[in-house]
């Protein structure tokens, strides 16, 4: 068998960090972007921002039917890093992850990201706030619809007081080690679920089943696709036990439960 060529192999090392095919990694291999951060510091907070939208959109996915926690949930399947951050989400997680990141207001607190808007584009979906974005591949205008059906449905549900105006503004400490955390979030893939926490001067990561803490920490220490960030890292076990049938009755518009059906775009609860 042919050697693979050093462009391949590093092809190779930088998807197990993003999840890419070859297609999406080797030209950026070749280019010389083995594993590029986020430059600015706008683009740092609005990644940071994004993964721990992403975290808590995957426990909401762990509720939708059929409720489970001992299969894997996890928002994104893959990750295009660039100048321009590239997005590709997985099954039914767009509408719980716009939910989390559209700016609204809810017992009076500004949540989500202050002044997050969308440009439609044929085939995706870009969310910037002007100095910042991140472009989820393969939204189109039919699946953003949808994914904004489950948005207004929690809003409903949630009894939001509004949307303009609302969000939050306040800076993610140490935001750099959250963008790179949302750049390699690969790594978890095989994890029931991912949490990520930005904690004193670092962040704090745990996960369940999937890698070893040893072979997280190797990962991240390597030279070239590695972060020198401060991280504080933590296996536990995987749940051995599904959840409670009580957990089995979240109040899911029956439209949306029914409408899960092969080939559809399907990111959230639709809204009559």
Known sequence: MARLSITDQLADLRRTYTGENLSQAVPAVRDG???PDATTAA???LEAQVLLAGCTAASMLQLMPPASIVRPAHAFRTV???????????????GPLLFELLPRTEGGHGTGVAGLAHRQYRRSAELTTGAAGVVLIGVDEHAWDIGMRYVRWMHDFRGIEYTD???????????????????RVH????????????????????????????????KLAHPDFGTGREIALRRIEAPAQDVEEGLRTYPWPEEFVSAVTAGEPDQGPARR
């Open 187 to 218: 790594l978890w893939h095989d994890a029931n679920w991912l949490r990520a926490l930005p904690m004193g001067t670092g962040w704090f990561v745990e996960w369940p089943g999937g890698p070893q803490e040893s072979e997280i920490r190797e």
């Open 80 to 94: 295009e890093p660039g100048e321009t951050l590239k997005l590709h989400l997985t099954e039914r997680a767009l």
């Open 165 to 183: 105006g609302g969000g939050t503004d306040e800076e993610i400490a140490e935001a750099a080690t959250g963008s790179a955390l949302l750049r």
């Open 33 to 35: 972007r083995l594993l």
């Open 43 to 45: 683009q740092q907070q």
